[in-house]
């Protein structure tokens, strides 16, 4: 079983900045998919648990954007 969850991120503006993001939250144990849209700041991730939001919060970080909650 697989869970999705949408995350609001803020600062993305282009198809470099989803790629980022997306290649920091993909590298999370159990994610098996990431889909982020720059146009919505919406990132949509598909992964085998519930991930924990911190986490995604410091794989946002890291690819120099901000979290800004859940969709």
């Known amino acids: ?28 144990p159990g994610v098996s998919s990431v889909k982020a849209v720059a146009s919505t ?12 939001d911190e986490a995604v919060r410091t794989a946002v970080d890291e690819a120099g954007f901000e979290l800004v909650g859940t969709v």
């Open 1 to 28: 079983m697989s869970i999705t969850a949408t995350y609001k991120v803020s600062g993305m503006s282009c198809g470099h900045c989803e790629g980022a993001i997306s290649g920091e939250i993909s590298e999370l």
């Open 41 to 52: 700041g919406e990132v949509t991730v598909t992964s085998e648990a519930a991930l924990d």
